[in-house]
C-alpha cells in the first residue's frame, strides 16, 4: 500500500529548505538561513506560577539589545540578551519570548527556572524562525595554510569577530561537522595527519583543521560550522513552538540534565541537522533530535519534523537514583521523522524502586522514514544493526513503553534493535511497518516482514499491526 506523499520543501536559491508556516505544523521539513501558552497547570495537576503582567518580549535581529524589547518597534537583538534577561529576573513566569519570523537568530536558549515561559515566533513572514549554533565563514583571508591543502582556522573567542560569524560560544570550540554548498560534511579525524579527502577535519581544541585542494573560502564560498553546543534546554513550565532548530554538534534540544523537569512542551517545530560531538568519553560522537533526560514528567513532544540527526530522532534515557520517577506521562505523538540513524530510543541505570515503576511513555501518531540514512550512517564506527526505527538498550527501571499507531517506513539495518533485550514494559501495537524484503524485523533474528507472524508470536509484539513490503 503506498504511503501518503511528503509535501516538498519550499527552497531558497543556496538550496536550502525553508520552512513555512503552513507546512511546519504539518510536519514538512524545513531549514532557513536567511541573510547569512502554557496552560498554567500540569498534567500532573501541579499549578505552575503566571506573572500578572503576561508581556512578550521581541527579538529581532536588526533589533537593538539596549532597548526594552516590548513593542515589535524596538525588538531585542540577540538571544544572548533574552538568556540574560531571564536569568536577572527580567522575563519572569507567565512572559512569552517571541522570535521574528524569516530571520536567523544565532545562539542557544536557557528558559532557566522561571516556569510559565512561552518561546515562539512573530510576524507574518511564511518562513519560522530558525535558532541555531552553525558559525560561518566566507572569507578567505580568515585560513592559514599548512601545506598539503590543509587549512587551519583559530575559533578562540577573543579573535572570533576578525574570522567568523553566526554564533561565537563561550562554551565550546568543538565542531561537530561542517556544511559546505548545502551538503553535510562530517567525516572528522583525530590528526591532520588523518585528512586525505576533500573536508575532512580535525576539530581539537580552538582549532579546526580543513582538508581542502583550495581555501575553503574561496570566491566566498560559506562553510558553516556546527557548534557543539545544545541549542535549547527543556525546562519546567516552559513551552515552546514554531520554531526550528538546526545546526549544532550535539543534541538539538534536551531537558535539563541537572535539576528534574515537569511540564516542557514542543509542539509544532522543526529540527535538522545534528550531532556530530563527542561524548564525555571523548571517543564516541554523538546527537539527538529530541532528548528526554531521566527525571522529567509531563513532557510533550507534539507536531514536529526531526530530521538529518547523527543518533536518534526522540529518546528518553538517562541513570534514575533511587525515589525518582524515571520517565512520567513522556509523550511522543503526531511527529514526522526523516533520515535519522534511529527513530526512538530508551535507555536506563539504576536501581527499580516503587516510585520509578510508575514511569511511562506514550510513542503514537508518528510517521518515521528511512531510519539509518543518516549522514553518520557511514562515519560512525557502531553501525552493526543500528539503522533501526526502535533502540533499547538496558532497562533497570522498567518504564511502562507504549508504541501505538505509528507508520515506520523503511529502515537500513532492521526495525528493532534491542541490547541485551526487550522492555520488559513495552507494548507496541496497531502500528504500519514496512520493510524491504531484505530488512530484518529485529537485530540478530530471521525474520523479515515476510515472516511477520511468526516475529509477532515469538515476541509477543505488534498485535493489529500491519505489515507491507517496501
Known amino acids: 500500500m503506498p504511503l501518503q506523499d511528503q509535501c516538498p520543501p519550499d527552497r531558497s536559491d543556496d538550496g536550502i529548505a525553508r520552512p513555512r508556516r503552513r507546512t511546519v505544523l504539518a510536519g514538512a521539513f524545513g531549514l532557513v538561513l536567511a541573510g547569512a501558552g502554557f496552560a498554567g497547570v500540569s498534567r500532573a495537576g501541579v499549578p505552575i506560577a503566571r506573572a500578572a503582567t503576561g508581556r512578550s518580549f521581541y527579538v529581532d535581529p536588526a533589533g537593538d539589545d539596549t532597548g526594552d524589547g516590548l513593542t515589535t518597534a524596538r525588538p531585542?537583538?540577540?538571544?544572548?540578551?533574552?538568556?540574560?534577561?531571564?536569568?536577572?529576573?527580567?522575563?519572569?513566569?507567565?512572559?512569552?519570548?517571541?522570535?521574528?519570523?524569516?530571520?536567523?537568530?544565532?545562539?542557544?536558549?536557557?528558559?532557566?527556572?522561571?516556569?510559565?515561559?512561552?518561546?515562539?515566533?512573530?510576524?507574518?513572514?511564511?518562513t519560522a524562525p530558525l535558532v541555531t549554533t552553525y558559525t560561518f565563514v566566507d572569507q578567505p583571508a580568515s585560513w592559514h595554510a599548512l601545506g598539503d591543502g590543509r587549512w587551519s582556522l583559530d575559533l578562540q573567542l577573543r579573535r572570533a569577530a576578525e574570522l567568523r560569524n553566526g554564533y561565537v560560544s563561550s562554551?565550546?570550540?568543538?565542531?561537530?561537522?561542517?556544511?559546505?554548498?548545502?551538503?553535510?560534511?562530517?567525516?572528522?579525524?583525530?590528526?591532520?595527519?588523518?585528512?586525505?579527502?576533500?573536508?575532512?577535519?580535525?576539530s581539537s581544541g580552538s582549532t579546526l583543521v580543513v582538508q581542502c585542494p583550495e581555501n575553503p573560502s574561496a570566491g566566498g564560498r560559506t562553510v558553516w560550522m556546527a557548534t557543539a553546543e545544545p541549542i535549547l534546554e527543556g525546562r519546567s513550565g516552559v513551552t515552546v513552538r514554531d520554531l526550528a532548530f538546526a545546526g549544532t554538534g550535539r543534541n538539538a534540544v534536551q531537558t535539563a540534565t541537572s535539576v528534574p523537569v515537569q511540564g516542557f512542551a514542543l509542539?509544532?517545530?522543526?529540527?535538522?541537522?545534528?550531532?556530530?560531538?563527542?561524548?564525555?568519553?571523548?571517543?564516541?560522537?554523538?546527537?539527538?533530535?529530541?532528548?528526554?533526560?531521566?527525571?522529567?514528567?509531563?513532557?510533550?513532544?507534539?507536531?514536529n519534523t526531526i530530521t538529518d540527526c547523527w543518533d536518534v530522532g526522540l529518546t528518553i534515557q538517562g541513570p534514575v537514583p533511587a525515589q525518582v520517577s524515571a520517565f512520567r506521562d513522556i509523550v511522543f505523538e503526531s511527529n514526522t521523522?526523516?533520515?535519522?540513524?534511529?527513530?526512538?530510543?530508551?535507555?536506563?541505570?539504576?536501581?527499580?524502586?516503587?516510585?520509578?515503576?510508575?514511569?511511562?511513555?506514550?510513542?503514537?501518531?508518528?510517521?518515521?522514514?528511512?531510519?539509518?540514512?543518516?549522514?553518520?550512517?557511514?562515519?560512525?564506527?557502531?553501525?552493526?544493526g543500528k539503522g533501526t526505527h526502535l533502540l533499547f538498550y538496558r532497562d533497570d527501571v522498567h518504564t511502562q513503553i507504549t508504541i501505538q499507531g505509528n507508520t515506520f517506513d523503511r529502515a537500513t539495518n532492521n526495525y528493532l534493535y534491542a541490547n541485551p533485550g526487550l522492555p520488559s514494559g513495552l507494548v507496541s501495537r496497531e502500528n504500519s511497518i514496512r520493510l524491504d524484503r531484505a530488512t530484518k524485523l529485529q537485530f540478530g533474528a530471521a525474520e523479515t516482514v515476510m515472516e511477520s507472524s511468526t516475529w509477532m508470536r515469538r515476541t509477543g509484539l505488534e498485535s493489529d499491526s500491519r505489515f507491507f513490503l517496501a
Open 171 to 202: 562554551w565550546s570550540t568543538e565542531i561537530g561537522f561542517l556544511r559546505v554548498d548545502g551538503v553535510i560534511h562530517g567525516d572528522r579525524k583525530r590528526t591532520a595527519s588523518a585528512l586525505t579527502a576533500p573536508w575532512q577535519f580535525v
Open 76 to 126: 531585542w537583538r540577540t538571544l544572548t540578551r533574552v538568556n540574560a534577561a531571564i536569568a536577572a529576573g527580567g522575563i519572569t513566569s507567565g512572559d512569552t519570548v517571541r522570535l521574528r519570523r524569516g530571520r536567523t537568530h544565532f545562539g542557544i536558549l536557557r528558559p532557566g527556572q522561571i516556569g510559565g515561559l512561552t518561546v515562539e515566533s512573530w510576524g507574518d513572514d511564511p
Open 267 to 303: 509542539n509544532g517545530c522543526t529540527i535538522s541537522e545534528v550531532g556530530g560531538g563527542y561524548g564525555s568519553d571523548g571517543a564516541s560522537r554523538f546527537g539527538n533530535g529530541v532528548q528526554v533526560w531521566s527525571g522529567a514528567r509531563d513532557v510533550d513532544v507534539v507536531g
Open 337 to 384: 521523522l526523516h533520515r535519522n540513524m534511529q527513530s526512538f530510543e530508551y535507555w536506563s541505570t539504576g536501581t527499580r524502586t516503587a516510585e520509578n515503576d510508575a514511569s511511562t511513555c506514550t510513542v503514537r501518531g508518528n510517521d518515521c522514514h528511512d531510519a539509518g540514512a543518516s549522514w553518520s550512517a557511514n562515519l560512525r564506527p557502531d553501525r552493526l
